[in-house]
Every structure is written in structure tokens, then in C-alpha cells.
């Protein structure tokens, strides 16, 4: 997700995500589904803001 994707989201859900937090990855949105390269950015980002790293 990139931070224009964050913002459209508390924009059409304000309500829904008011007192959570929303992380954004700075991934570029320009991967196709399952894309290998996605995946490794996916595993090397995701795990340190779930605390399992």
C-alpha cells in the first residue's frame, strides 16, 4: 500500500478505522498477483510490524 491508498481508505471509511492503526509499506502498486518480487518485499516488510520477526 502506498499512502495515496491510505488515504482514500480513511477517506470512504472514517468511521471504520478511527483509533486503528493503518500501515503503509511503500510498496509501489505496479505487481501482478503473486508476482515473486512482491512476495520477498511482502516477507522482508510485514513481519516486523506484526512483531514476528
Known amino acids: 500500500m ?3 491508498h491510505k488515504s482514500r481508505l ?3 471509511y472514517t468511521r471504520v ?3 486503528k492503526q493503518v ?6 502498486d505496479e505487481y501482478k498477483y503473486m508476482d515473486a ?6 516477507q522482508q ?3 516486523s ?3 514476528v520477526d
Do not use: T
Not at 500501515?23 to 509501489?28: E, K, R, S, T
Open 17 to 19: 478505522l478511527d483509533f
Open 37 to 42: 518480487e512482491l512476495i520477498e518485499q511482502l
Open 49 to 51: 510490524i506484526l512483531g
Open 2 to 4: 502506498e499512502e495515496k
Open 10 to 12: 480513511k477517506a470512504e
Open 23 to 28: 500501515h503503509v509499506l511503500d510498496i509501489p
Open 45 to 47: 516488510a510485514v513481519p
